[in-house]
């Protein structure tokens, strides 16, 4: 009989997954034909989430999602001898956690995944990387909500007007994404300005920073998340902060406050000009003005 969830799963593969039959023995990486056959699969892309995972380890963790009023997974991958389960939820659109994507859509995400994960009670310890694979014999598995997820519609089911439910888990899924791009890309922002480094002195600096955030975290994003983020962090700001343009807007902001303290003599008065300060702090004009209220 056909299955499209287990056919949408196997098509959304990364070409290159990582698997382990034993996770004692860790995980490697091998081509999708042969990551398919193991007990344990990674399930999303490298810089794509297309699913929500969640562990959840406890007798009936497959069905009483519906007892805590939680929306129905997509997909429920059961171990016979326990009980326990891991919930897929399928998304219509993918999340993309480069860094070059947009921060707000992430921070969304993340509060949504974290909102969902406390309502299914589900582990707060996994990584996310790796599931059972629901192609292996050993595993149980059932199809319960056959349309694709948006996040707005998980969303309803949330409350995330609540409190509680607006906050982002800085060590927990998503979450970790959205801590160690914002802690790297401020430090950056001062940091470049000591030295203005050559791009690869400024690449591997930008790496060794974000690996020490990353390392601060219970379960640490792997190798590839974090060489994305530091390369990313580390050429947006090379290309954007040079010394020859903060020099620039140094000149201009000096040059700005000139003409306004003669402008405010001309005409008896008056407030003198701010420059443009936000730009140092490499953040937007409407950050700059809502931080000083």
């Known amino acids: 009989m056909r299955n499209e969830a287990l056919e949408l799963f196997n098509d959304r593969l990364p070409h290159k997954p990582y698997f382990s039959d034993d996770l004692h023995f860790g995980v490697r990486i091998a081509g999708k034909e042969r990551a398919i056959l193991a007990k344990y699969i990674q399930f999303n892309q490298p810089h794509a989430m297309f699913w929500l995972g969640f562990d959840v380890d406890r007798v009936g963790a497959a069905i009483d999602w519906s007892d805590r009023n939680a929306p129905a997974p997509t997909l429920t991958i059961t171990n016979p001898e326990n009980g326990h389960a891991h919930l897929l939820y399928a998304l219509e659109t993918s999340i993309r956690t480069a860094p070059d994507g947009k921060i707000k859509p992430l921070k969304y995400a993340a509060a949504v995944e974290n909102a969902l994960r406390k309502k299914l009670g589900a582990d707060v310890g996994y990584s996310g990387l790796i599931c059972k694979n629901p192609n292996h014999s050993h595993w149980k598995i059932a199809v319960w909500q056959p349309e694709l997820y948006t996040l707005d519609w998980l969303a309803d089911s949330l409350d995330l007007n609540a409190a509680n439910d607006k906050e982002i888990v800085a060590d927990y ?35 060794e920073r974000a690996s020490a955030y990353n390392l601060q975290f219970s379960m640490p994003l792997d190798e590839n998340e974090l060489n994305g983020i530091a390369r990313s962090i580390a050429k947006w700001t090379h290309v954007n902060f040079s010394q020859s343009s903060f020099e620039l807007y140094i000149t201009n902001t000096h040059t700005s406050e000139i003409q306004a303290i003669r402008g405010s003599k001309s005409k008896g008065g008056g407030r003198p000009s701010l420059g443009n300060p936000w730009i140092s702090q490499g953040i937007s004009r409407a950050t700059f003005f809502r931080k000083k209220k």
């Open 173 to 207: 899924g998503l979450g970790r994404n959205c801590t160690l791009f914002d802690k790297t890309r401020k430090w950056a922002y001062r940091a470049i300005r000591q030295g203005w480094p050559e791009y690869e002195q400024w690449l591997q600096a930008c790496y």
